[in-house]
């Protein structure tokens, strides 16, 4: 376990952290393969909103269902935190990029265009920054000691 998972911090601080942490960190490989590989893009970018989401709901010591639904992630944060509410373009369809261009029987032979990348970039920066603004203080500052650790290869905790 890393030096940043290792605070002291209270257990749902270090959750939040390693929750966002992951958001950001998947939130910037999809930046890096939006160019080269498309569909692989697309599913990063629903990752890190997911997860940004999540990151919110164990901040607030709120449990969540396993889901990729960034919608039914959103009705369940936006209860608390209303500003989630205005996040821009169409989260559900990110939510599809989950699956679509990954199995066969879900379109896993369709190839993901600029307009799902655009679209999947939109939710997931709005939804990561928002996040960030909304986890200051001790969740974002080991938040990043657990970003710095996983972008040098660190454990830094599970997605």
Known sequence: MTDAVQSGQPPGVVRAARWLAHAQRDRARADALAATDAE???????????????AILVAAGEPFERTHSLDRLLVRVGRFAPEFLACPGDPE????????F??????????ADPEDVAQARRVAE??????????????????RRILAD???GGAGGSS
């Open 40 to 54: 692989l893009s697309v599913f990063c970018f629903q990752q890190a909103a997911e997860k940004a989401l999540k």
């Open 93 to 100: 369809r990110v939510s599809s990029f989950v699956s679509r």
């Open 126 to 143: 709005w939804l990561v920054a928002t996040a960030e603004r909304h986890l200051t203080g001790p969740v974002g500052e080991l938040a």
């Open 102 to 111: 990954r199995y066969p029987d879900e379109g896993g032979d369709d190839l």
């Open 150 to 152: 996983l972008t040098r």
